[in-house]
């Protein structure tokens, strides 16, 4: 899967921020990269760039052995899209 889509949507928001694209960090994870643009000492613009992963929602634990039927579109990626959407939000974990 080309991540064309994800790069230009950075870039706007890049150019929304005034921040230059050659501000950003990249950290190698075990899921994949993560690449930041910082501003004012808080991190502002990330893009999460998941190896080998198709198109769906990331999760980190897909419930196995608990008897949840799977979503085709929700796929174990090393890391969860709605649990870092809510730690980056600053938002309590709900906990079944």
């Known amino acids: 899967m080309k991540s064309v889509n994800a790069k230009a949507c950075v870039a706007q928001w ?6 230059p694209e050659e501000m950003r960090r990249t950290v190698v994870q075990p899921w994949g990269t993560l690449v930041r643009w910082e501003q004012d000492g808080r991190f502002r613009v990330s893009l999460y760039m998941l190896q080998g992963f198709g198109h769906g929602l990331p ?19 090393g ?18």
């Open 59 to 77: 999760v980190r634990d897909l419930g196995k052995g608990r008897g949840r039927k799977l979503d085709p579109y929700v796929l174990d990626a």
């Open 14 to 19: 890049l150019e929304v921020a005034g921040i």
């Open 79 to 96: 890391i969860s899209a709605p649990a870092e959407l809510m730690r980056l939000w600053g938002l309590k974990r709900f906990v079944p």
